[in-house]
Structure formats: structure tokens, C-alpha cells
């Protein structure tokens, strides 16, 4: 079965500086691979996803993420902290093998940018 | 075009009470998503719909969650016999075909069991 984990509950970056949120997976065959995020009061929206190809993959607003298969990782980074960047995100994996849709999210990471 | 959309936006009933929560998805995408977000929560999986297969309920808590999808389009979660533990917000996502589709949320139901 697959897996996701944010070892971090919170992260505060200062404005300008370069953030990373952190995301682990665990999945039997090849991983989809996902970022989301949710401002306050309004839904979750998409930022990126890895399917295949450059492990570097830049999402929308600035951010990256660098699928590292060797260390099961999807670490989420954005050079330049935004104030308007603090807002809660999820990683999510879907396993490419079991051939389902079924998603599974981590717990979540609340970033803090402060001016 | 329109996003997904759900029904009500809130909700509050008594402990006992069954609810209906709805979903409309995005025209056109196949597959529709249930997850359940509680306070301080990350997102659970609930089930999931993808065209005229068999829907992959293996998130469901209990056997009072139940959900079906009439016409492959419109989705209803039904809880019966609430708990004050099924407190939460109820999410519904929707994609297009193809597995490596992002999902595309609606704004939830938050559902209030007193």
C-alpha cells in the first residue's frame, strides 16, 4: 500500500529567503507523485505532479519539486519566500503499478512567511 | 467553466441523524473523489469513481459511509447513524480521464455532528 510523509507539521521561513518542505513516500511499484496546496478559506489547489522524465519539475507560482528515487523523496522548494506563499500543503502519491486512481495525501504542512 | 461543486456548504445535525452530502463534478471528467479532512487533519481517502468501473471504496471508516454516483456524474455520501466523530470537512475532487490527471477539489461540506 502506499504511503506519504511530512515530517514537518510547521515551517517559518523569512520573506526572501528559499523554503523546502519536506515529503517522503512509500509506494510497491513506480509513483505518481503530487503537490497541493490550501490557502485559508479557500480549496485545494493543484501546484505540481511528477509522472516521468527530469526529476526537477516546476509547478505554478514559483515552486519546484525534485523527485529523488533513490531516497523516496519529493521535497518541495521555491528559491524566494513569498509572505502570500504561507498557506498549508499536501503531498500526495498514487502508486502507477496497482493501476487505480487512489490517491493518498500526506498529513500536511503549514509554512509561515514572515515580512 | 464551472469548478466542482458540493452541497451544502454546511452542515449541522444530531448525533443519530443520517446526512446526504453532494457532489458535482466537472463536466466531462470521469473519475470523482471522496476524502474527509478533519481539524488538524491531513486528507483521508474515502472512495473513489472512475467511469463504469467498480468504485474502489477501501477508505470507507465504517459501514454507515456509503456513496454512489448516479449517471456517472453527480455523487452522494451518505453517513447514517452520525457520530460526533464524523465531525469534519468532506471534500470531493474530480479528474479526467488518465491516471496521471490532477484531481481538481471543490470548497467541501463542513459537516458539524452535535
Known amino acids: 500500500a502506499q504511503s506519504v510523509a511530512q515530517p514537518e507539521d510547521q515551517v517559518n521561513v523569512a520573506e526572501g529567503n528559499p523554503l523546502t518542505v519536506k515529503c517522503t513516500y512509500s509506494v510497491s511499484g513506480n509513483p505518481y507523485l503530487f503537490w497541493y496546496v490550501q490557502y485559508p478559506n479557500r480549496g485545494l489547489q493543484f501546484l505540481l505532479k511528477?509522472?516521468?522524465?527530469?526529476?526537477l519539475v516546476k509547478g505554478s507560482y514559483g515552486f519546484e519539486a525534485e523527485f529523488n528515487k533513490s531516497q523516496t523523496s519529493f521535497h518541495l522548494k521555491k528559491p524566494s519566500a513569498l509572505v502570500s506563499d504561507s498557506a498549508l500543503y499536501f503531498c500526495a502519491v498514487r502508486d502507477l503499478n496497482t493501476g487505480g486512481f487512489k490517491t493518498i495525501f500526506g498529513a500536511g504542512t503549514r509554512l509561515f512567511v514572515k515580512a | 467553466g464551472a469548478g466542482v461543486s458540493q452541497s451544502p456548504s454546511n452542515k449541522v445535525t444530531e448525533k443519530g441523524k443520517d446526512v446526504e452530502l453532494r457532489c458535482d463534478p466537472i463536466?466531462?471528467?470521469?473519475?470523482l473523489y471522496w476524502y474527509r479532512q478533519s481539524l488538524g487533519q491531513g486528507l483521508e481517502f474515502l472512495i473513489y469513481f472512475q467511469g463504469n468501473s467498480a468504485p474502489d471504496k477501501s477508505g470507507l471508516p465504517s459501514d454507515r459511509f456509503s456513496a454512489e454516483r448516479t449517471g456517472g456524474s453527480v455523487s452522494t455520501l451518505t453517513i447514517q447513524r452520525t457520530q460526533q466523530e464524523d465531525s469534519a470537512v468532506y471534500l470531493c475532487a474530480s479528474s479526467s480521464p488518465g491516471g496521471r490527471d490532477t484531481q481538481y477539489f471543490g470548497p467541501g461540506t463542513r459537516l458539524t455532528v452535535l
Open positions: 511528477y509522472i516521468t522524465g527530469d526529476n
Open positions: 463536466s466531462g471528467h470521469t473519475a
